[in-house]
């Protein structure tokens, strides 16, 4: 079976631009999450997706936006790009919420300069 | 205050030694704690889940007390391959809350 998948790997952008990260569940899984690791850091919280509904949301600032389609695919959209948005942005599909064991993508690295 | 602190190493230990992690969390209201493994420029992966009447997985023991808000993970016999960094996580069924993880630095 195919685990979650994320495209594109890699990405550079410059300051002002927007963008938008893919991610593709576990067949079955219909809870999305998404991340963001800097380096030295763990992974901060920034959406969660069940069911195609919004069900949890970190300390964002509404330049990240997410929505989740019928097939339980996701996008994370960041628009007007900042140096500091530059780091590794994780999917994360799990059966249900937030109770059940989250399995990672591989990740998108975006660079912003 | 963070959701979620680790000491962030790192533990440097002999191939074969015993090492034990902690984490606290200050939302009492948590409900689902677990362990992921991160290897350098990799995604998490999850070692365990932790229940409260403690679990053990292989060499692998974690242990979660709620009255002090701290979780455990306990490594036996240490391998060269445990080597990575230990992320603690918490969930309180919307969000999952990352500490900054431990890094284990097993040598031969």
């Known amino acids: 079976d195919a685990g979650v998948t994320q495209s594109p790997t890699h990405l550079i952008k410059t300051r002002g631009q927007q963008v938008t990260l893919r991610c593709s569940p576990i067949?079955?899984?219909?809870?999305v999450s998404w991340y963001q690791q800097v380096l030295g850091q763990g992974p901060q919280f920034i959406f969660q997706y069940y069911e195609k509904e919004e069900r949890g949301r970190g300390n964002f600032p509404d330049r990240f936006s997410a929505r989740q389609f019928p097939n339980y695919s996701s996008e994370l959209n960041v628009n007007a790009l900042l140096l500091g948005d530059s780091a590794l942005y994780l999917c994360?599909?799990?059966?249900?919420?937030?109770?059940?064991?989250?399995?990672f993508g591989q990740g998108t690295r975006l660079t912003v300069v | 205050r963070k959701e979620v602190e680790q000491d962030p190493g790192p533990f440097n230990v002999p191939e074969g030694a015993t090492v034990a992690f902690n984490c606290t969390y200050s939302n009492s209201a948590s409900q689902s704690f677990f362990w992921y493994r991160q290897d350098c420029r990799k995604e998490p992966k999850l070692l365990m889940s932790?229940?409260?009447s403690g679990n053990e997985d292989g060499r692998f023991t974690a242990q979660l007390n709620r009255a002090s808000q701290y979780i455990s993970l306990l490594i036996r016999d240490s391998k060269l391959s445990d080597s990575a960094t230990y992320l603690c996580v918490v969930s309180d069924f919307n969000k999952f809350y990352f500490g900054s993880g431990t890094k284990l630095n097993v040598k031969p």
């Open positions: 932790v229940y409260s």
């Open positions: 067949s079955g899984h219909k809870s």
């Open positions: 994360a599909s799990s059966l249900g919420r937030g109770n059940t064991e989250a399995f």
